[in-house]
T-cell receptor, first 108, second 112 residues
Framework: TQLLEQSPQFLSIQEGENLTVYCNSS?????LQWYRQEPGEGPVLLVT?????EVKKLKRLTFQFGDARKDSSLHITAAQPGDTGLYLC????????FGAGTQVVVTP | NAGVTQTPKFQVLKTGQSMTLQCAQD?????MYWYRQDPGMGLRLIYY???????DKGEVPNGYNVSRLNKREFSLRLESAAPSQTSVYFC???????????FGPGTRLTVT
């Protein structure tokens, strides 16, 4: 089983602040996905990154895929309470392997 | 489209009881998956079905069985529930050649 480590486990910030979540592995991914999960619901895909060094933007969210395709980061600019949720990264090695997640809480 | 639906939403079982979790998708996806989610451990794959008529074990298959009834439906059975199976169970589906897995709303199972 491939191991995906996410950090930090928990992040609490004020509205308007920036935050970064990290996802790391010792193995190379063929692709990596970021999901957001809200309480009582299933995860919803935010983005898929495939190419080493790739950067994708989704409004205030910026996703980076490491050059060696072993790590990724999610950066949120000017966080809003609606960004509150569990952020999960998932590496694709034929089947998805999920990290444990980062719980983000944004308070007004 | 309803997407991926799961029943029931909540269930409490006593140790040793059996039950089947139901999952259905209306997106004509080939692949379907069962995960369990436990605090601090993310989502772990129990079983998956790459296409109708095939099923394969995932990371944590012990204590579970699955049936891919048809292209739409993929059920998960606990033959003799144990407290260690207390968890939230998610079903997901994936279209052929796609990246995005679509998840159902989950079943919260407690085994006492």
């Amino acid at each position: 089983t491939q191991l995906l480590e996410q950090s930090p486990q928990f992040l609490s910030i004020q509205e308007g602040e920036n935050l970064t979540v990290y996802c790391n592995s010792s193995s190379v991914f063929s692709s990596l996905q970021w999901y957001r999960q809200e309480p009582g619901e299933g995860p919803v895909l935010l983005v898929t990154v495939v190419t080493g060094g790739e950067v994708k933007k989704l409004k205030r969210l910026t996703f980076q895929f490491g050059d060696a395709r072993k790590d990724s980061s999610l950066h949120i600019t000017a966080a809003q309470p609606g960004d509150t949720g569990l952020y999960l990264c998932a590496g694709d090695w034929g089947k998805l392997q999920f990290g444990a997640g980062t719980q983000v809480v944004v308070t007004p | 489209n309803a997407g991926v639906t799961q029943t029931p939403k909540f269930q409490v079982l006593k140790t040793g009881q059996s039950m089947t979790l139901q999952c259905a998708q209306d997106m004509n996806h080939n692949s379907m998956y069962w995960y369990r989610q436990d605090p601090g451990m993310g989502l772990r794959l129990i079983y998956y079905s790459a296409s109708e008529g095939t099923t394969d074990k995932g990371e944590v298959p012990n204590g579970y069985n699955v049936s891919r009834l048809n292209k739409r439906e993929f059920s998960l059975r606990l033959e003799s529930a144990a407290p260690s199976q207390t968890s939230v169970y998610f079903c997901a589906s994936l279209r052929q050649g796609g990246y995005e897995q679509y998840f159902g709303p989950g079943t919260r199972l407690t085994v006492t």
